[in-house]
Nanobody
Framework: VQLVESGGGLVQPGGSLRLSCAAS?????????MGWFRQAPGKEREFVAS????????IYADSVKGRFTASRDTAKNTVYLQMNKLNAEDTAVYYC??????????????????WGQGTQVTVST
């Protein structure tokens, strides 16, 4: 499975961005659990959100709850991360991961089978 993230960029504090992650290479990838993670300079990659192939089953890290919204378009094999009310602490490279079909919503990097190359999000004036 290949994952390609897009949508990152520079945004002012309080602004919004929408990230996309397109999956390809496995016709069954629409049933994968997808996750969003981020990694700031000098820090470990941290969990942001996990979304199952069963629509509506989504969990978020406490740090983004109420500001970020994950979603997926199964027909397009694409997941999204709508990020609102961004602040400097959200600055990081954002990665999407895919895990082969599971009923779980994994929150650690070790649980995911595939990763994209990441997209940079910078929140600054």
């Amino acid at each position: 499975v290949q994952l390609v993230e897009s949508g990152g960029g520079l945004v002012q504090p309080g602004g919004s961005l929408r990230l996309s992650c397109a999956a390809s290479g496995d016709t069954g990838s629409s049933t994968y659990t997808m996750g969003w993670f981020r990694q700031a300079p000098g820090k470990e990659r941290e969990f942001v959100a996990s979304i199952s192939w069963i629509e509506g089953t989504i969990i978020y890290a406490d740090s983004v709850k109420g500001r970020f919204t994950a979603s997926r378009d199964t027909a397009k094999n694409t997941v999204y991360l709508q990020m609102n009310k961004l602040n400097a602490e959200d600055t990081a490279v954002y990665y999407c991961g895919a895990k082969r079909p599971t009923l779980l919503l994994p929150t650690t990097t070790a649980e995911y089978d595939f990763w994209g190359q990441g997209t940079q999000v910078t929140v600054s004036t």
